[in-house]
């Protein structure tokens, strides 16, 4: 991509950053280099070491446009929900700052947005297979494709690498993307969010290589992979609600009539009951599940709704560009 391509086009470089001394000052060189004209702003997220230090000294070393924003919530959600309010750009570039994200890439993941032919470009690490190679933690690998294939057969897409954190936005998909996610599930909500709005997502194989020696990942196998399971079930909750609660239908209505088994055979034997809580049990799951279609219902209903809404929006912020 030509640097003419991106004439009249502010771009932000984003690095969200904790406890990260020892790879900020590279990170900001090598997205400097990469993109003189670029904006970089790096969010401390309460940084107990030099992180802010460096970054600031940095900046100013390179005479780079940009600065470091403090934002107290903890978690990478919170760092980006603070960048996407504070900052102003008609592309954002989203990157760790541990190095593991090559720079040089950068204006190949912007080429789809600024021609208009994606609204979240994603850095693919596994086609390369260097994910694989790289990463030391084999129960994040399995995690990952686990939410990959759930997330793929839930919306009838192909997508390659759901929780990669090295993204190109569109000025329209970060003011319209609603920052729920806090921590590190935030690449997983922002792919859902484009996936169940139908924008335009395309993926670019990247270089990917582990954090450099004495760099310590935040993540955390046991509490990473119970998020991970978490997530699932909230996937399921707020993007399909009638096929949540109507699985909870289901395994309700079984429970009910397997504690009516011995309800009803008193009833054909002596035509009375003595089984008596086993009655008010399988009569209060049925009633449940029927409660859980219902709510099932009127959640899909809503969810219907919000998607005509967000419609809306895109079309009218559409037709001011």
């Not at 996407?84 to 190949?108: G, H, K, S």
């Not at 933690?137 to 839930?154: A, E, K, P, Y």
């Not at 089984?275 to 209903?301: E, F, K, N, Y």
Request: hydrophobic fraction near 45%; glycine fraction near 6%.
């Amino acid at each position: 991509m030509s640097n003419t391509a991106l004439t009249n086009k502010s771009v932000a470089v984003i690095l969200p950053a904790y406890n990260e001394e020892l790879t900020i000052a590279d990170t900001i060189r090598a997205f400097r280099a990469a993109l003189p004209e670029a904006v970089i702003y790096v969010i401390n997220n309460n940084s107990r070491d030099r992180t802010r230090e460096f970054a600031g000294r940095t900046l100013q070393e390179l005479a780079c446009p940009g600065q470091v924003i403090d934002e107290a919530r903890q978690g990478k959600g919170s760092a980006l929900r603070r960048a996407f309010i504070d900052i102003d750009a008609d592309i954002y570039v989203l990157a760790d700052a541990d190095l593991t994200y090559p720079a040089d890439q950068a204006r190949e993941l912007m080429a789809p947005v600024i021609e208009g032919r994606a609204d979240m470009v994603v850095g693919d690490r596994q086609s390369g297979g260097d994910y694989a190679r790289e990463n030391q933690r084999s129960f994040h690998g399995f995690g990952n494709g686990l939410v990959q294939w759930m997330v793929n057969r839930l919306f009838h897409a192909r997508l390659v690498d759901i929780m990669s954190g090295y993204r190109v936005f569109s000025r329209d998909f970060v003011k319209t993307y609603p920052v729920l996610a806090e921590g590190f599930q935030i690449e997983t909500d922002m792919t859902l969010h484009a996936l169940h709005k139908r924008l335009r997502i395309v993926e670019i194989p990247v270089a990917y290589k582990d954090r450099p020696s004495g760099s310590v990942s935040k993540l955390n196998t046991l509490s990473d992979g119970t998020r991970v399971l978490f997530a699932i079930a909230q996937i399921f909750r707020y993007y399909r609600p009638l096929a949540f609660f109507s699985v909870l239908s289901i395994v309700l209505l079984l429970c009910g009539l397997a504690a009516g088994v011995p309800v009803f055979d008193d009833w054909i034997q002596y035509r009375y009951i003595y089984h008596v809580p086993l009655a008010i049990l399988a009569t209060g799951l049925c009633i449940a599940s029927v409660m859980a279609l219902g709510i099932g219902l009127i959640l899909d209903s809503v969810a219907h709704q919000q998607r005509l809404e967000f419609e809306l929006r895109w079309l009218s912020r559409s037709e001011r560009r």
